[in-house]
C-alpha cells in the first residue's frame, strides 16, 4: 500500500516534468523510469512521506504551544504525560515510555507525534514568533523538511533524510 502511494505521487510528478520523461521500467533496454527527486525539490514539492511528517509535526506543535486552535476532543486523546518538547530524556519521560513504548502503542501518533516533533530541528532553526504563529511554523517546517528532503544525489532518495 505505502509503495503504490509512492509510485502514484512519483508518477503524478512525472507528468508535470517537462521534456522526454520514462514513465516505467524498460525490461527490455533495462532502462529505468526518469528520477524525480531534483523535480521535487525544484518545485518544492513535499513527498508523502514528508507530507505525513509536517502534518505530525503541526499537530504536535498546536498540543504544545497552541492548544487553542485544536478542538476538545482531540485535546482530551493525548496524554498528559506527554514529553515535553526538546526534553526526551529517558528518566524524564518514564511513565510516558512505558505506557506508549509498547508494541500496542509504538506505531501510534501518541508515541511517534512526539518523537517526531522533537527530532525535527524546531528550536535552533526557527524565530522565536514561530512558537505563536502557526503560519510561520508552517513556513519554517516546509523549508526545513524541502532542505532535508533535497540531500544527497539527485538521482535516489534518503529515507532517513526525509523525516529528520
Known amino acids: 500500500q505505502r509503495r503504490v ?3 502514484k505521487q512519483k508518477h503524478g510528478m512525472r507528468a508535470i516534468m517537462p521534456g ?3 514513465y ?3 525490461s527490455e533496454t533495462g532502462m529505468l523510469p526518469t528520477a524525480t ?3 521535487f525539490n525544484k518545485m518544492k514539492v513535499l513527498t508523502v512521506h514528508n507530507i505525513i511528517a ?3 509535526a503541526l499537530l ?3 498540543m504544545y504551544f497552541q492548544n487553542n486552535l485544536l478542538p476538545k476532543p482531540i485535546l482530551e486523546i493525548f496524554p498528559a504525560n506527554l514529553p515535553k518538547p526538546g526534553k526526551m530524556e529517558f528518566d524524564a519521560n518514564r511513565d510516558w515510555l512505558d505506557t506508549y513504548g509498547t508494541s500496542t502503542y509504538r ?3 501518541f508515541f511517534k507525534g512526539p518523537l517526531l516533533y522533537n527530532s525535527i530541528d524546531n528550536f535552533t532553526s526557527m524565530p522565536p ?3 505563536h504563529s502557526i503560519n510561520i511554523y508552517k513556513r519554517h517546517l516546509k523549508e526545513h523538511l524541502i532542505k532535508n528532503q533535497s540531500l544527497g544525489e539527485d538521482t535516489s532518495w534518503d529515507e532517513k533524510k526525509l523525516c529528520s
Request: hydrophobic share 30%; with cysteine; aromatic share 12%.
Open 5 to 7: 502511494r509512492v509510485t
Open 20 to 22: 522526454y520523461v520514462r
Open 24 to 26: 516505467y521500467y524498460d
Open 37 to 39: 527527486k531534483e523535480a
Open 54 to 56: 509536517k502534518c505530525t
Open 60 to 62: 504536535m506543535h498546536k
Open 107 to 109: 506505531n501510534s501518533i
Open 129 to 131: 514568533s514561530a512558537l
